[in-house]
């Protein structure tokens, strides 16, 4: 079975527009990307009690906040989850699924539909170079942790890559200044791709 089976979950809103997210989160190990992945999907869940949550967790990290199991083995997990309705979708170093930049069957037809579907998703790496292309049309923001991804990966990958670059740029001199945080509070810049702002969070410490 590709997925541990839940009760389906319940439509909560009616009527009115709901803005969907894309979110990825872009880090090398050991930064807090999982961590604060994961306290997003748990006011996710508090939010939303009657919303599933699905996860590809090769980490277990997501286990305390997952009603399904994206299974590893499933050459069509993708399309599998075109029966889904009101969800999170997570998907943690998710290249073992999808291993080529060519999204899997069915793949982006879900990013497509999402918004009909009302899929939210957040994808998890290590380095822009990564993600998948067709992500990128999509994402509504990205949360840049520490890594020595170069320039080239985000303008290759990203549109919004000069805004990118500039947070990326931002959290590495905060880390090598600094440190990379301790657990929960692991430092980060998120980018607005809509709104096009860049806004940090965690950067507790300051030259005296």
């Known amino acids: 079975m590709a997925m541990q089976k839940i009760d389906k979950p319940k439509v909560t809103a009616k009527g009115g527009k709901r803005l969907n997210f894309l979110w990825g989160f872009i880090g090398t190990n050991r930064t807090g990307k999982s ?114 991804a170069m320039d080239g990966s985000f303008q290759k990958k990203i549109m919004n890559y000069k805004l990118c670059i500039s947070g990326q740029r931002l959290i590495n001199k905060y880390v090598k200044t600094y440190d990379r945080g301790v657990y929960p509070n692991f430092p980060y810049v998120m980018v607005d791709t809509e709104n096009l702002e860049l806004n940090a969070f965690n950067f507790t410490k300051q030259k005296s």
Do not use: M
């Open 35 to 148: 961590v604060i992945a994961r306290s997003c999907a748990e006011a996710y869940k508090k939010s939303k009690p009657d919303n599933a949550i699905v996860s590809f967790d090769p980490q277990k990290r997501f286990e305390e906040v997952s009603d399904w199991n994206i299974d590893p083995e499933n050459k069509n997990w993708a399309v599998e989850l075109h029966e889904l309705r009101n969800a999170l979708i997570i998907l943690d170093d998710y290249r073992l699924i999808n291993q080529n930049p060519t999204p899997v069957e069915g793949l982006a037809k879900l990013l497509y539909h999402r918004a009909d579907w009302n899929l939210d998703i957040i994808y998890i790496c290590h380095n822009p170079s990564l993600i998948i292309n067709i992500f990128t049309y999509f994402t509504t923001h990205y949360f840049l942790f520490y890594t020595e």
